[in-house]
């Protein structure tokens, strides 16, 4: 069992930088391949990026590459988000999840986060 929270959200102009942060419990986190999602108003669950339980394979959704960087600390049970050069585009809530495989669907995904607002204006 992994419980996820997750912070850093808030509002900020666009080319600004935000890093989310996503706190696990469990003493399997480890073993998971963590993600980052986010839904916008309206709009489905979309893939943002993910990391390896080892922390050595990274992927990210094309809208995002190039501007977020996503990370893990094993020590402190922790993944994080660094989110640069913010558009209104990524306007969402952002989730944090922990699933088994390298995948960008959110349904290989066990375990969520109850979500973090960030909203940039333009």
């Known amino acids: 069992q992994v419980q996820l929270v997750e912070s850093g959200g808030g509002l900020v102009q666009a080319g600004g930088s935000l890093r989310l942060s996503c706190a696990a419990s469990?003493?399997?986190?480890?073993?998971?391949?963590m993600g980052w999602f986010r839904q916008a108003p309206g709009k489905e669950r979309e893939f943002v990026a993910l990391?390896?339980?080892?922390?050595?394979?990274?992927n990210y959704a094309d809208s995002v590459k190039g501007r977020f960087t996503i990370s893990r600390d094993t020590a402190k049970n922790t993944v994080y988000l660094q989110m640069n050069r913010l558009k209104p585009d990524d306007t969402a809530v952002y989730y944090c999840?922990?699933?088994?495989?390298?995948?960008?669907?959110?349904?290989?995904?066990?375990?969520w986060g109850q979500g973090t607002q960030v909203t940039v204006s333009s």
């Open positions: 999840a922990a699933g088994g495989p390298l995948s960008k669907s959110p349904h290989e995904y066990d375990y």
């Open positions: 469990g003493r399997t986190f480890s073993t998971y391949t």
């Open positions: 990391v390896s339980w080892s922390g050595g394979t990274t």
